[in-house]
């Protein structure tokens, strides 16, 4: 599925990969979901696009797959409409909050 995410956003193949360990069902809806995590990695030159960029577009081309090259992959047809592709914040945000809890409390 990574290869045809890199297709639609005509992006070099490196900057997406798909963890084959990280996903989960989604338990908060009556339909078999699963959760898939996508890592974009940072662009290496100024003439690439954004890694929030890559996101906000590949959101968008899953909200409308319907008219976008989404729906004419094998894999990422599968992709859910109302979900689209949320970002989840880093976990590097997350360690330097519990850091600086912990140093000042104690």
Partial sequence: MSKEITKVLACN?????????????????AEDQILLRVDIAE?????????????????????L???SQISREEHTNDLDPNYGAQQTR???IYIYIYIFIYLFIF
């Fill in 90 to 92: 880093k976990l590097k």
């Fill in 43 to 63: 662009s290496k030159t100024p003439n690439e696009s954004s890694s929030s960029s890559l996101i906000k577009d590949l959101d968008q081309m899953i909200k």
């Fill in 65 to 67: 797959k319907s008219i």
């Fill in 13 to 29: 193949n490196e900057r997406i990969s798909i963890p084959n360990d990280r996903y989960q069902y989604d338990k908060d809806i």
